[in-house]
């Protein structure tokens, strides 16, 4: 069987508990590498999940031949900087969400993306909604089993961050209370780029691309010198005005989809832990509670990329829809900052 090298860069949270349980868990893969700048953080990973390079210097690991494949796992804003030295290694990226905090950096990944078409790069996190519940929720509206959806909401939201990463301190002996999330210098962008790129995403794969927006965003509650809150209302160019909230803010993680269709009505809630969709059939006066499973496969991001690597597929999620919820952010902070509406014709 053939076996794909894989490098992971970052070694916090979501490649702890996210990508190398995956990665490990898949006969094709064998993660030959990890990085961090953080030496102990490179180090303890290396070690956890029995990988026998680790750098806290990536191009060490981008330098090593039998690694095809990386995970590009680091605070938002050296997500494209990495990505690029990626592809320039020859290898293929998946690349964690946001792609960018700005379109012009999105740009530059596009370009060398384009400019390697044998690399597959797959962004984050489209692929996530390639499962039973989103294709339930897809084939109600384009089969008009809604009827015609006037509006739609989409909230994405939780507590904040600072928990988790004092968690991920611990686990590696270190002290807690630093969280680059709230810091503008390292993250560049708040709430909106950590969690509000979900409401974007799926704004975008229910009802196309907005046609213009008007988005609110303010810190509300968080020590922070980023936003904390934010809601963008667009109009989508399916002919939906769509409201894509997120936030920091609320007692608990908390995620729902609400489409309201004149024949018909959809409420999905969490979405990513116990899922639960209720369909409203007007001409029943009923609701329908589908029994539905929660992926299609297990470990199914990484599974779908290792398959687009060895049957020379495209991956769920391209730089070019990576970019466009850059420029969806972009726009949103700025019609937040300049309190006007922001129009993409
Ligand atoms: N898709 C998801 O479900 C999900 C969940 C959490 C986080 N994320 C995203 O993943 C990214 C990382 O988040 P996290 O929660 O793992 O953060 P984290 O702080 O826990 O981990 C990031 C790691 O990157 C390291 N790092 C920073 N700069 C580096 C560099 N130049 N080279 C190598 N390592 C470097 C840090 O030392 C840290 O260990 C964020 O952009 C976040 O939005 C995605």
Avoid at 120 to 128: A, D, E, I, N, R
Wanted: aromatic share 10%; glycine share 6%; with cysteine.
């Amino acid at each position: 069987m053939r076996k794909i090298g894989f490098g992971v860069i970052g070694c916090g949270g979501i490649a702890n508990y996210f990508h190398l349980p995956e990665l490990c868990n898949i006969e094709e893969v064998n993660v030959v590498a990890v990085a961090d700048i953080k030496e102990k953080r490179a180090r303890i990973t290396a070690g956890k999940f029995k990988v026998p390079n680790w750098y806290t210097d990536y191009w060490k690991l981008l330098e090593r031949e039998d690694v095809e494949a990386v995970v590009v796992a680091t605070p938002h804003p050296t997500h494209s900087p990495i990505a690029v030295d990626a592809i320039k290694a020859g290898k293929h990226v998946i690349i964690q969400k946001p792609m960018a905090t700005k379109v012009k950096d999105a740009e530059i990944v596009v370009e060398y993306a384009k400019k390697h078409k044998e690399l597959k790069v797959m962004v984050l996190p489209f692929v996530y909604f390639d499962n039973p519940y989103f294709d339930y929720v897809k084939e109600l509206i384009c089969n008009e089993h809604l009827g015609k959806v006037c509006m739609a909401r989409i909230r994405v939201a939780h507590s904040g961050p600072e928990k988790y990463q004092d968690d991920v301190a611990k686990m590696f002996g270190e002290e807690g209370g630093d969280c680059w999330f709230f810091d503008k210098q390292r993250a560049d962008g708040g709430a909106l780029f950590d969690m509000g790129v979900y409401s974007f995403t799926m704004a975008n794969l229910l009802f196309g691309k907005a046609r213009r927006l008007i988005s609110i965003m303010d810190t509300l509650d968080k020590k922070a010198s980023v936003e904390d809150s934010a809601a963008t209302i667009m109009n989508m160019e399916t002919g939906s005005i769509v409201v894509a909230e997120t936030a920091w803010t609320q007692a608990r993680g908390a995620n729902e989809i609400i489409i309201y269709g004149v024949k018909g009505m959809l409420v999905w809630e969490d979405f990513f832990g116990n899922p639960i969709v209720k369909h409203y059939d007007s001409s029943s006066s009923s609701w329908k509670i589908p029994s539905l499973s929660r992926e299609k496969e297990p470990q199914h991001t990484h599974r779908h990329f290792v398959k687009c690597i060895i049957e020379d597929a495209v991956p769920i999620g391209t730089v070019e829809e990576g970019k466009y919820l850059v420029e969806l952010m972009e726009a949103a902070r700025r019609s937040s900052e300049e309190g006007r509406i922001i129009d993409f014709v």
